[in-house]
């Protein structure tokens, strides 16, 4: 990694408002432990393609057939970055646009699907996505949305996949997950679209980082579609790439247009150049061997602090049901580990008994803390601080009564804000972290 060279002298000067708030979200990231599975540390030259003048450049189009003039610079960035995706995912066409995630399963649904067509996603109580076909997404407005679920060992159903999938003739198959702790059947996702003539497209954005490593399998080989987000395991800027699979191109010779199509002018405008010149860096990146010891790494962490804290992981997250320490206690465990300097998400369990605002359990992950070097000891101790700060929400139950639960939640904060154990731990972490670099703050 480079030493800092992030230089913000010009912002000091002429922008004190939005360098002050910077150097402050600086000391958090730096002082306290990010622990939300799908949050990372871009390198110190992700972050300077990042904010380079490619932002000042509109380029609507591909390399060699845009709008505007003026982009031929642009398009030798665009095609890198495409040459480095097809390389390091071994596909046929990759598209590096898409501005994050949602708009691109945005834009491979429209590919895919006519309006009102069915489309099947894992329900988002059990691990799926918004856009996989959940409530209130353009995926369940604009489309009619099916859901599979996983079972009670927190499994994928797959026999409820497959008579879902019977029954429903879906269009497209999701396989894809935000908060799941096991590998993926690709080969039994494969059977069943092929069974119901679906297109199945995975959304790996979770676990690119292990594919890459070579510890989760690519779905590339079963798959007609694959997308990622990209400043997930995969470290790079925010932003998503949209990959179609030599399956998917035999099955379909006109996948790569109708996906260009729906990206612009279906559902973007112009590409974010400074975006694409990033993850192109982050691409390179991640072609490096070190990459794949990172990625291993990744896993590896979230084993032993997983069975630190009595479940199972074989991916970067861990998904902590609290139902032992109360009712509903997702809300107050985040906030408490907050107060304490660790930063996870609240978050639904499988067959969530509560509600999804004051879900039960929640989820941490471990690819943030693994680029700052961190490794099996500092996750037994990162673990023993987790189980602590979490005594701490003992006999703070959600109330049963809904009308009661937001004044609940304000009570509680403020009279855990200044629990001494919580604050504590803040100060030990703070100074555990000083030997564990971030890149781009000093
Ligand atoms: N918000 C992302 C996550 O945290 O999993 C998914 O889009």
């Known amino acids: 990694m480079a030493k800092n060279p992030i230089n913000y002298s010009a912002l000091k000067k002429n922008s004190p408002k939005i360098y002050k708030l910077i150097k402050k979200e600086e000391k958090r990231q730096k002082e306290g432990l990010e622990m939300i599975p799908s949050e990372n540390y871009v390198s110190v030259e992700v972050l300077q393609a990042l904010g380079s003048i490619l932002t000042n450049k509109y380029s609507e189009g591909f390399p060699g057939r845009r709008y505007y003039g003026g982009n031929d610079v642009i398009d030798e960035i665009e095609n890198y970055a495409i040459d480095l995706a097809k390389k390091l995912f071994k596909v046929p066409e990759a598209l590096v646009q898409p501005y994050s995630g949602s708009p691109a399963n945005l834009i491979v649904t429209m590919a895919v699907c006519k309006p009102g067509d069915v489309v099947m996603g894992l329900s988002l109580v059990s691990g799926g996505h918004l856009t996989h076909g959940a409530n209130l997404s353009f995926s369940s407005i604009f489309y009619k949305a099916v859901n599979y679920s996983v079972g009670k060992d927190w499994?994928?159903?797959f026999d409820e996949l497959e008579k879902l999938a019977v029954k429903n003739k879906p269009?497209?198959?999701?396989?894809?997950?935000?908060?799941?702790p096991f590998k993926l059947d690709y080969a039994k996702f494969r059977k069943i679209a092929d069974k119901v003539g679906a297109v199945?497209?995975?959304?790996?954005?979770?676990?690119?980082?292990?594919?890459?490593?070579?510890?989760?399998?690519?779905?590339?080989?079963y798959c007609d579609i694959v997308m990622t987000t990209t400043h997930k395991t995969l470290r790079g800027p925010r932003?998503?790439?949209?990959?179609?699979?030599?399956?998917?191109?035999?099955k379909d010779p006109e996948l790569k247009t109708k996906l260009e199509r729906a990206l612009i002018p279906g559902a973007q405008g112009g590409p974010h150049n400074h975006q694409t010149a990033a993850i192109a860096v982050s691409l390179e990146e991640a072609l490096k061997p070190s990459f794949r010891t990172y990625g291993k790494q990744i896993a590896k962490n979230a084993a032993v602090l997983a069975k630190e804290l009595g479940t199972v992981s074989e991916t970067h997250l861990v998904l902590l049901p609290l139902t032992d320490y109360g009712y509903g206690m997702g809300y107050q465990a985040q906030y408490a580990l907050e107060t304490a300097g660790i930063t996870v998400n609240k978050n639904t369990i499988p067959g969530e008994p509560v509600s999804p605002f004051y879900p039960s359990g929640i989820r941490l992950g471990t690819p943030a803390l693994t680029t700052r070097g961190m490794k099996k000891k500092e996750m037994i101790?990162?673990?023993s601080w987790i189980k602590s700060a979490l005594e701490e929400i003992r006999g703070h139950d959600t109330p049963k009564e809904k009308e009661l639960r937001a004044q609940y939640i304000k009570d509680f904060k403020k009279k855990i804000s200044g629990n001494k154990n919580l604050l504590s731990i803040k100060r030990e972490i703070a100074q555990f972290s000083q030997k564990f670099p971030v890149p781009g703050i000093d």
Do not use: Q
């Open 155 to 157: 499994k994928i159903d």
């Open 171 to 180: 269009k497209l198959i999701w396989v894809g997950t935000t908060a799941y």
């Open 239 to 250: 932003g998503a790439m949209i990959l179609a699979t030599d399956i998917g191109l035999k």
């Open 381 to 383: 101790k990162i673990a």
């Open 200 to 221: 199945l497209v995975a959304d790996c954005s979770h676990i690119t980082g292990l594919i890459i490593a070579g510890e989760h399998e690519s779905p590339v080989p």
